[in-house]
């Protein structure tokens, strides 16, 4: 086989490539030629994959339950993935310390192609609800889930990044609180947002276990990371672009979208769940781990709106009541 120009030129280009984080071509060349190739099984890891579903009890449907979550965490992850890249300008840096993508100011076409993908995402995980809502028999569920206390969905931490990076913490500060703590720094904030209620018993106002281990786990590590996001969230990024670019009305209905699946079609989806395995008609059946899964799912209850200034006072003022009013119906 000749060398041809094109190759000389990619061998050129990868020589350049490693000489400059110092290292010789010739040794990688030669992990080449000794390297096996790739298979599906090994690059997707689907044994290691297949074996993570460990369920506490017997009951087959368990599995189901299990499998589901694990793969909403994994949509999770692509959305933060996105997020990172809105947040940093679509810079994304390779194992190898490579800059394989830098903008200085975030272009309006790279946020719009992102929020695409964070919707399509989300869109995803809402349509296939129905594999947690119809997917498992009721009286399985509700006796395997006997064995899962104190743990809960509401523990997942990517969905509490996803929402600190989304918008201004302000928004996210529990509704009675909001107005007082509207100017306060993002830490008192994040101390008062709204999900910290959403494990609290009634009759005490204490914390429940879910909620202590959740925070014992997460909560620092959540005020190091708005200290990261909150200069640099969605929201911010996108007041950032120039006046013409803010009013592409793609632009703004991608943005108004993320808007309603995080805060209204994710918990509603949740919400008719809960109905279809806890309702029993008196209201005071607690959701895994102790959740308040009543007052915390429902939009209506909780209008946690990340974009306020897209939204007319109509649509704020009944955010999420035609949805829930369906289900209920």
């Known amino acids: ?41 090994d690059y997707i890891e689907v044994d290691a994959l297949l074996s993570l579903q ?33 947040c940093h300008n679509g810079k994304v840096i390779s194992d190898g310390g490579q800059d394989l993508g830098w903008n200085e100011t975030l272009s309006s076409d790279f946020l719009l192609s992102r929020l695409k993908r964070c919707n399509l995402y989300f869109d995803t995980l809402i349509r296939s ?40 913490l302000k928004h996210l500060v ?40 959740f925070e014992e786990k997460y909560l620092e590590s959540f005020h190091n990371f708005a200290d990261d996001y909150q200069p640099i969230n969605i929201w911010k990024k996108f007041c950032g672009l120039p006046k013409e670019e803010r009013d592409n009305k793609l632009l703004l209905k991608e943005l108004k979208q993320l808007d309603v699946n995080v805060n209204i079609n994710w918990p509603l989806v949740h ?13 005071k059946e607690k959701g895994t781990g102790g959740t308040n899964w009543q007052k915390y799912l429902p939009p209506k209850f909780q209008r ?25 119906n």
Do not use: C
């Not at 086989?1 to 061998?11: A, N």
């Not at 290292?23 to 790739?38: E, F, K, R, T, W």
């Open 129 to 168: 609800f129905d594999v947690m809502r119809h997917g498992m028999e009721k009286e399985q569920f509700t006796k395997f889930r006997m064995s899962l206390l104190s743990s809960s969905g509401f523990q997942t931490a990517a969905y509490r990044r996803i929402e600190i990076a989304a918008t201004d």
């Open 54 to 86: 460990k369920p506490k009890t017997d009951f087959p449907d368990e599995k189901i339950f299990i499998v589901y979550h694990q793969i909403t965490e994994l949509y999770f992850s692509l959305i933060e993935h996105e997020i990172h890249q809105i």
């Open 271 to 283: 919400f008719r769940t809960a109905v279809h395995y806890l309702a029993k008609g008196t209201g």
């Open 174 to 213: 529990h509704e009675e609180d909001r107005e007082r703590l509207w100017n306060d720094n993002i830490h008192e904030q994040l101390d008062n947002i709204y999900w910290r209620r959403g494990a609290i018993v009634a009759d005490t106002g204490e914390k429940t276990l879910t909620l202590k281990d």
């Open 1 to 41: 086989m000749d060398i041809t120009p094109d190759i000389k030129k990619r061998l050129e280009m990868l020589r350049d490539k490693y000489a400059a984080i110092g290292q010789d071509l010739n040794s990688y060349l030669d992990g080449l030629i000794y390297a096996n190739p790739i298979v599906y099984w």
């Open 304 to 328: 946690r709106i990340f974009y306020p200034e897209l939204w007319s006072e109509q649509e704020k003022k009944d955010w999420g009541r035609k949805w829930v009013e369906s289900v209920l």
